[in-house]
Structures are given as C-alpha cells and as structure tokens.
C-alpha cells in the first residue's frame, strides 16, 4: 500500500476516535466550509427559482453541456446524477416540457437517445451558470480559509 493511502487510513480513524478531543480549529473550519456552502446554496436556491428552473435540472443542464458533443444518453445522465434510471427519464421529460432539452435518437443505434440541450435551454443555462460563478466567487476566501485550516490540522494530527 503506497504511504499515502496508510496516512490517510491513519487520518480517518484518529479523526473518528471516540473520546479524543478535536482541536477547535477544525470545529471553525468545519463551520467555515458549511457557512460557504450555505450561503451559496441559498443564492442558488433563489437564482433556480427565479429563472424557472429546478435544481436536478440545472444540475442535468450541467452534466448535458460538459458531456461530449453535448449530449448525453439518458443511462449517463442518471449515472451521472446519482438517481435511477427512471428518475432520471422523468427528469429529462420535464426538461423538455420547459423547452430547456431535447431527445435525438441516435444515427446508427436507433434504440439509443441522445439528451441535448435548446437553444433556449443553452441559453438559460448561461445565465445561470454566469450568476452562479459569481456567488461561488464571492464565497471563496472563507472557503479557502476553512479549508487550509482543515488541511493544515489535519496535517498536525
């Protein structure tokens, strides 16, 4: 097993140890990293609603626009999300009820669909993406912050 992987493992289980008292550095940077998540989830949350759009969907808008050429199979979609494959029909069937996606079947495999986004949905989907890079760059140096406590304790313990 390389070292790495040993410090690690050492790491996880000093970290987990029941009993063994945490360094309150690693409490604030914790609640420094959950702060930065929060206050980026609650503009996204706003953002999302204001637009029209879910977040699964922007999520999937997401997924579809850094697959290749674009578009992704409805399989990939749903591996890519986490959810079921079921789930993930629905969810495609929603995006194209709000004009933001659409099925192409595939050239030489007529049972494969291809999921890509509208001109509507690119659209949307810069917008978005634009407003959300903003309120994540705002929150980056508490996330920052936290995050190099965290490193930096971890490293000492």
Do not use: C, W
């Amino acid at each position: 097993m390389p070292s790495g992987g040993r410090s690690k493992s050492r790491t996880k289980s000093r970290a987990t140890t029941k009993g063994e008292v945490l360094d309150q550095g690693i409490f604030e940077g914790l609640a420094g990293v959950r702060m930065a998540m929060r206050r980026f989830l609650s503009f996204s949350e706003a953002a999302l609603s204001e637009a029209g759009v879910t977040s699964q969907q922007y999520q999937a808008m997401l997924v579809i626009k850094v697959a290749p050429q674009s578009r992704v199979m409805v399989r990939e979609l749903s591996e890519e999300m986490l959810m079921q494959r079921n789930g993930a029909v629905q969810l495609v069937d929603r995006l194209e009820a709000a004009g933001l996606a659409l099925r192409t079947p595939s050239v030489s495999d007529k049972r494969t669909v291809f999921v890509g986004l509208t001109d509507h949905g690119e659209r949307v989907l810069d917008a978005l993406a634009r407003r959300h890079l903003g309120a994540m760059l705002e929150n980056e140096p508490l996330l920052v912050e936290s995050l190099a406590r965290l490193r930096t304790l971890a490293k000492m313990g």
